[in-house]
């Protein structure tokens, strides 16, 4: 099932980069809801979805905008969002980004954790990944690989060519381990990364308790003690393995595990629920989002594709063109529908074969032969019409009058030789007669007209 929060809980802390004080506000959120971020220190106070197609910035962390307003250094939050579970947030923070904490997703697992995580009453839909989806830049030499899986898996791997932070590997092999193996790890940086953000003040909020430091040149104790002073420190140094003594490693590979850490919160930006093994070679924001709307984009033309019925042309009709005349009392030129290939409790699937001795191609635009709509949406309706018609014992007795057409689209036009294959869906139950459903028309793979429609069927006198 979905997931949200039991209570609401606030969590304060420094922006790394604007060095403001942070309040962040977390409160339950509606089935289907997902993360919104909210900005509360702004008028209006604007929502900004958690959606990978937002991201704007991934120079020093995951930044996201809508309608001028962003937020930014998100990716730990949203890792530790899905590291538990949680589906549906609303996320109230007076900043322009939200608080580093210790520099990884810890603070805000145990958060969530102290509010409670409270199930819905809406499953959780997962799309499963019908083929791999593979990413790479040869430049930055970054390669990524959604594998289709049964599990949530991660392996990352990270290569710095340097002596203090060579090649280093990471493996989640489930995602219910991910609060004990991953959410404690903080981020890295090297030294000559973090002068350069100190010389052009990017790190208002920079403390030595929130990132590792790797040292990978000599080091003078001028320098040493410049960055004593610039992070408030007695005395800052560097130890063997090439580290500032700011802190002790949480695990011996913890910098590849806070990779595998930015991955999850930078995919969890996807939007839709899938299983995959990702595989990633030297990622980074920039390569995780690249990624993550390469997976979007692969997942929406999966779902349109399974959207388009799938009619077997070599199995019998369900309603041939003499068991339909038995339920509708339409008759040429005005019985549009061929055959009804499928009809469930919820759904009907029915066709019309446009040929070019229709009637209204003779008028109809007779040198550019183009169905017309309208008759598009009666044909449609004829569906509808079988499908409520089949529910009442004598439907040679009634007939199905329109009540209400709403949210009609016309797609693409419609011509001699095309088959059109209709799907109409139930909105909500019928009652009293009357059915209101949804439905799209399809050429091929293309949706070329859909409508919702309401209708009524009448007892004849």
Known sequence: MQNTLKNEITISGVGLHTGLNVHVNFKPAEVNTGIIFRRVDIDGNPEIPADVDLVVDTSRGTTLEKNNCRIGTIEHM??????????NLI??????????????????????????????NKARV??????????????????????????????????????????QNATLNSIADFKTEIASCRTFVFLHELEYLIDNNLIKGGDLDNAIVFVNRIISQEELDRLSGFFNKPRVEVLE?????????????????????????????VGYKYKAHIIATRPGHASNVEFGRKIKSHIRKQIKQNEIPKVDFNKPP????????????HRPPFLLVD????????????????????????????????????????????????????????????????????S??????????????????????IRRGICHMAGKAYVGDRVVMEAEMLAQIVKIK
């Open 408 to 429: 009609v689209r016309f797609r693409q036009k419609v011509v001699p030789g095309d088959t059109i294959i209709f799907r109409l869906d139930l909105i909500s139950p």
């Open 126 to 167: 997962y799309h499963k990944l019908e083929s791999p989806i593979v990413y790479s830049n040869a430049e930055s030499r970054v390669e990524y690989i959604a594998m289709p899986s049964d599990t949530s898996r991660f392996s990352v791997m990270i290569d710095y060519g340097s002596r203090v932070l060579d090649t």
């Open 78 to 87: 949203m890792a530790a969002t899905y590291g538990l579970g949680v589906d």
């Open 318 to 329: 369900l309603f041939d063109i003499n068991k339909i005349k038995k339920l509708l009392p």
């Open 241 to 269: 393995e090439g580290m500032l003594n700011n802190v002790d490693l949480r695990f011996q590979n913890e910098p590849a595990r806070h990779k595998l850490l930015d991955i999850i919160g930078d995919l969890a930006l």
């Open 339 to 406: 055959k009804v290939m499928e009809m469930s409790d919820n759904y009907v699937i029915g066709l019309k074969n446009v040929t070019m001795n229709e009637g209204f191609f003779v008028g109809h635009f007779p040198d550019e032969p183009v169905m017309p709509g309208v008759l598009q949406i009666e044909s449609m309706a004829q569906c509808g019409g079988i499908f409520v018609l089949n529910t009442v014992p004598d439907p040679e007795n009634y007939v199905t009058y329109f009540m209400k057409i709403d």
């Open 91 to 120: 996320v109230e923070v007076d900043a322009p980004e939200m608080p580093i904490l210790d520099g990884s997703a810890r603070y805000y697992v145990e958060a969530f954790e102290q509010a409670g995580i409270q199930a819905q």
